[in-house]
Structure formats: structure tokens, C-alpha cells
């Protein structure tokens, strides 16, 4: 199972571009099935305070930084996993197919 986490989009406000909401997704992989879970995270800055990273000097790799000191990373893997898992399963039940030989 691979789970890679992305960044979607950074809300920020016009003036200072303080980022104030991260839309986010764990996407997950398990023999060619995919899941996908999104969050959604509001934060507080300032650029006045110490370490205040300008949003054009900011990475995917920052903000990741953020949530995974803000989020349980733990349930959206868990969660994706059993997603999968139960694909999976119905996969292996499934006993018809449909369609034509040419």
C-alpha cells in the first residue's frame, strides 16, 4: 500500500499572502486501486511572527510540513487502506462479466 500525500490548493489573503486554509488529500495505492480522502485545514500566521515563510518562497514539502504536525496522518491511511481493501475483496467475489470478444 503506498500513500502519498498532495497539497490541492492555498487559500491566502491578498495583502501579505499569509495562507490561512490548505485543502489537502491523501492519495492511496494498492494493486492498481486508488482512494483518495481530502481535509481541509485552517491555520493562523502572521508575518510578523519569527519563521513567517513568504507564500511565494513556499513548497509542497512546507505545507506538508504544517499538516503533518496539525493532522492524524494515522486515519486517512487507515481509512484509504480499508477503502481498498474492501475494493479488493468484491473484486475477488465477483463472478460475471459482461461485454463482447472482439
Known sequence: MTHTWKVYNLERTII???VF??????ESEDNSIFDRKMGEI???GSPQ???F???EELTEEIVLGWLSGSIDNSIFETEN???I??????HVL???VSGTPW
Not at 21 to 26: L, M, N, P, S
Not at 85 to 90: H, N
Open 16 to 18: 501579505d499572502g499569509t
Open 81 to 83: 487502506s480499508a477503502s
Open 85 to 90: 481493501s474492501e475494493i479488493a475483496s468484491q
Open 21 to 26: 486554509k490548505v485543502t489537502y488529500a491523501c
Open 42 to 44: 485552517e491555520l493562523i
Open 49 to 51: 511572527k519569527p519563521g
Open 53 to 55: 515563510i513568504p507564500f
Open 94 to 96: 465477483t463472478t460475471t
